[in-house]
Structure formats: structure tokens, C-alpha cells
């Protein structure tokens, strides 16, 4: 898999990308000082005095926050820095009590690394500069206040991990796409809980524009994007932006702009918020009151040794092992409880194919439409087990088992009785009352497959019976005569006939 370098040009433009990405990690505590980290209390309530900045207070690094930082390093095939540096960098915001923030600048802890991914059969690689550890400011608050604006010091001291690429993406999707591998991985590790509501994962997309081959165009900072529905809209924004206002004569210059998505009618725009500041205007400087950060190399070893299957390594396994294509693979491996579902379903019926097209499929669907995450389908992983059990003995067909599927993600009260009520129950006993509660459904619908030879055979010698033009055409070498054969012979039976068996019956009649 190589870098991604080329890429359709918008207008004759290439765009030019990359994706600033904090991920708040997860620790109970905050970087520096031991005050909560759980979101939604009370404001100004979670900010000690080393948050605050009060006189005579010393930060104190969280050892949490370096190890998931080394966790992310070795997962993304970086350099973890065994010795780093802790910067002061100036700027002047009311929600930063110190009046700078401390993050890592010269010498961050994670250096290099990549991040690879699939948009459609195509493979994509981004590669990483850094990730740095450094602490979260607080918070505005101008909703609730009339000419006024409120600070929440809630967030200040928030363990950050930012994640910067290379400028290495060329379109919109990609980088969408690039954000959101990141984030399923920095859940995966459970370094992050990704949720983006909350601002625990968040992206900030440098954008430029230009002619192919000259030198990189003036880039202008979309920030704090926490979706990746807008991350994309608002490049596509900017892009469209910046092409304009070349193309009207004008210059772009450097500025961080923010998005505003319900503007132009729904399709969103960017507007300048202010000038771009470049690295020297924040004066960094190394923090005299922090150390450097030493690094064991056997802690580095130890998180090595203790870190889970990644998704690739074990998208990879899933085609080795169950044979599944490299897409199928990708998909059920887009979270840890996806992978779970996977395994779990496939021990239960040995049709990992199967498995993983209805996880696609029927279940994706639902869960989408429902706005549910996996853990929360109503269909199970051993219900899902049970119900291709039954496609696979000839109980059922696949449209039968659709219906059978939208039964037991909406059970009807009253309809059926399932038996056993769900509980602590061995993997066998739970087997056995799922496959109990589909046959139930099975038979309440009367949906069980037609597979008795003289039946099928009385229905396909009516069937031929009244259609002579139909077998007219198959014998003059048309096959959609015969797929139309098939076709009615399942209409007339309400999908219930085992299509293998007409099939057959058919070619043996029609010789």
C-alpha cells in the first residue's frame, strides 16, 4: 500500500489536506492535576487549584495519559520518543487561566507512523508527524448569557492527545474516511470513547489548493469539526472558497476559519474567524516546571506485549480463517463489538459468508435506521446463529427469513410464545431457545419451505402447462425464459419453495 499522492482534480485544482485530530483519553483524572474528567457535571466544579492556575501550584504528569500515548504510538507504527519535551504555548484565551497552554512541540512522545485504510477496493495510506500529549482549555459559554459570556473550567487540564498528518489527502472523502479509521482505533485501543457529541474526539482540517505540480497554495484551518458528516461538508466548502476567490484574482491568506453548516441554505460555509498564527507567534518555550518525560524502554515493551489484536491484524485473520473477502473482513472488524458479533454468530451456525452478509445487510440497515449501535440490535448474535441454521437446512428461504429477521427485531406481543424466557443460560441452552423461538415464528407465519418432491412437481407441471411461449424462448437459448420460470414458481408458492429444487425439477423437464 502506498502514500496516496494522486487524486481527480476539482476545476482543475488539486486539493491539498491534512487533519489535526485531538482524541481526549481516557483517564479518570486530568494531565496535570487530579480533578475529574467526567463530562457533564456542574460548571466550575471539576477545576482544581492547578487547573485553575492559582499561585504556587505545579503540575504533575498523569502516568495514564503517557502509557495510552504509547499504546496509540506502537498501534500506528510510529516512534514512541523514549525521552520528550513539555512546551509552554503562549496565547491569550479567557477559558486558559494560565495563559498558556502545555503541550509538547520540538520533541513530542509519538513520532511518525501511518494510518491505512480502504474507500471502496481502493487502499489509502496517510502518514502521521507526530502525536503529542498536551492539556484541553476550557470553555466559552455565550448561549445563556445575554452581552455576556460565561467560562466553564471543567475542561481545562483534559488529557489531549493530537494526532497531526501529513498533508498527504486529496479529497474530501478521504479524509472522512481517514477520520474515521483514527477514531474507530483510538476506541478500539479504549484510549478514547470517540464520542464526538461530547468533543472527546474532534478534527481540525488544513486546506489548500492548487495548480498540479506548484508548490503548495496558503492554507486556511477549519476548526473544531465533530462529525464527519461536516468535516466533509466543510472541506468541500472551503475548497469550492478558495477556488473562487483564485479565480476572481484574489490571494488566499492564512487564517483559522470555523463552519457554520446551516448557512446557504443547509450547504454550509466557512468564515474566517481570525489570522493564522504560525509557530513562532505562540513563543513556545520548554515548561520549567515539568521535566522531561523519560520513557522506560521496558514500559514501552510491557504496553507492546499487552496490546489487543488490531483491526487490520485481525481483518486479515478473518480472511485467512473463515475465508471472508477483504471488504467483508473490513467491515466486521469496524469495532471491537462488531468483530465479537461476527465470532460469536459464526460459532453458532459455521457460516462466517453468511454472517457477515446479513451483518451488512438486514442488520446495518436496521441498526442505522433504528440509530442503535451493535450492542444494542435486538437480534443477537446467537438469534442471528439460529436463523441462518434454518437457512442453511432448507427450513426456511432467504426471503422467508427476512420476514422471519423483521419478527424478531419487532416482536408483535401476543403473536407467539417463545418459551424460555432470556437469562443466564449456557451457549447450548441458548442455542436451543433461539433456535426454538425462530422455528416458533417459522410456523406462526406459516413460512416454512416447500420441499416435498410431488409437491414441487405438481406445481412445476401446472406451471409449464400455461406457459408455452416461455419454454419456446429457453429452448431457443434465451435464459431470462427460464429465470422467469423460476420467478413465478416461487410467486405462486409466496417465496416458500425450495428454489434449488425447482430449478432442478425445471431442467429436468425442459431437458
Not at 432 to 445: P, Y
Request: proline share 5%; charged share 25%.
Amino acid at each position: 500500500m502506498s502514500t496516496t499522492t494522486a487524486s481527480a482534480l476539482i476545476r482543475g485544482y488539486e486539493v491539498v489536506i491534512g487533519l489535526e485530530t485531538h482524541a481526549q483519553l481516557s483517564t479518570a483524572s486530568k494531565i496535570f492535576s487530579g480533578s475529574s474528567t467526567q463530562f457533564g457535571a456542574a460548571p466550575n466544579t471539576q477545576a482544581s487549584p492547578v487547573d485553575l492556575a492559582l499561585p504556587g501550584t505545579l503540575p504533575v504528569m498523569n502516568r495514564g495519559a503517557v502509557e495510552r500515548a504509547i499504546q496509540f504510538g506502537l498501534a500506528v507504527g510510529a516512534k514512541v520518543a523514549q525521552h520528550s519535551i513539555f512546551a509552554r504555548k503562549n496565547y491569550f484565551y479567557p477559558d486558559l487561566p494560565k495563559g498558556y497552554q502545555i503541550s509538547q512541540y520540538e520533541t513530542p512522545v509519538v513520532q511518525g507512523g501511518a494510518i491505512e485504510f480502504f474507500i471502496g477496493d481502493t487502499a489509502h495510506k496517510v502518514r502521521l508527524t507526530r502525536a503529542h500529549l498536551e492539556e484541553d482549555a476550557g470553555k466559552s459559554l455565550h448561549e445563556d448569557y445575554a452581552g455576556q459570556t460565561g467560562i466553564d473550567l471543567n475542561r481545562a487540564g483534559t488529557p489531549l492527545l493530537e494526532i497531526v498528518s501529513e498533508p498527504d489527502m486529496r479529497s474530501s472523502a478521504e479524509a472522512a474516511e481517514y477520520a474515521k479509521t483514527l477514531h474507530a482505533l483510538v476506541v478500539w485501543l479504549g484510549i478514547c470513547d470517540g464520542n464526538m457529541q461530547e468533543g472527546s474526539f474532534r478534527c481540525d482540517a488544513n486546506v489548500s489548493v492548487r495548480k498540479p505540480g506548484m508548490p503548495y497554495g496558503t492554507r486556511r484551518e477549519i476548526k473544531n469539526l465533530n462529525s464527519f458528516k461536516f468535516l466533509q461538508q466543510a472541506i468541500d466548502c472551503e475548497i469550492q472558497w478558495q477556488i473562487d476567490l483564485i479565480e476572481d484574482g484574489g490571494e488566499v491568506q492564512q487564517a483559522t476559519v470555523l463552519f457554520n453548516p446551516t448557512a446557504n441554505g443547509g450547504r454550509g460555509e466557512t468564515r474566517a474567524m481570525r489570522t493564522k498564527e504560525d509557530a513562532h507567534d505562540y513563543r513556545y518555550f520548554p515548561d520549567p516546571d515539568l521535566p522531561p518525560l523519560v520513557i522506560a524502554a521496558d514500559w514501552i515493551e510491557r504496553v507492546k506485549a499487552e496490546l489487543p489484536e488490531l483491526p487490520q491484524a485481525m481483518a486479515a485473520r478473518f480472511q485467512r480463517d473463515y475465508g471472508l473477502p477483504a471488504y467483508d473482513a473490513l467491515a466486521v472488524t469496524q469495532s471491537k463489538a462488531h468483530a465479537a458479533y461476527f465470532e460469536a454468530a459464526t460459532k453458532g451456525c459455521k457460516a462466517p459468508k453468511l454472517v457477515a452478509n446479513w451483518m451488512m445487510g438486514e442488520i446495518s440497515r436496521r441498526l442505522n435506521a433504528d440509530e442503535r449501535t451493535i450492542e444494542q440490535s435486538p437480534v443477537d448474535s446467537s438469534t442471528l446463529a439460529a436463523l441462518i441454521t434454518r437457512i442453511q437446512d432448507g427450513t426456511i428461504t432467504n426471503n422467508a427469513a427476512r420476514q422471519v429477521f423483521d419478527h424478531l427485531w419487532e416482536p408483535k406481543e401476543g403473536e407467539w410464545v417463545f418459551g424460555d424466557q432470556p437469562g443466564e443460560v449456557d451457549a447450548g441452552l441458548e442455542t436451543l431457545r433461539n433456535l426454538r423461538r425462530v422455528d416458533q415464528i417459522i410456523e406462526a407465519k406459516g413460512l416454512k419451505q416447500m420441499s416435498d418432491t410431488g409437491e414441487l412437481e405438481r406445481l412445476v407441471d401446472d406451471l409449464l402447462a400455461v406457459n408455452a411461449k416461455s419454454i419456446e424462448e429457453y429452448r431457443a437459448g434465451k435464459e431470462k425464459a427460464f429465470n422467469a420460470l423460476v420467478g413465478q414458481a416461487m410467486k405462486a408458492t409466496k417465496g416458500k419453495a425450495n428454489p434449488a429444487q425447482v430449478t432442478e425439477l425445471l431442467k429436468k423437464k425442459l431437458g
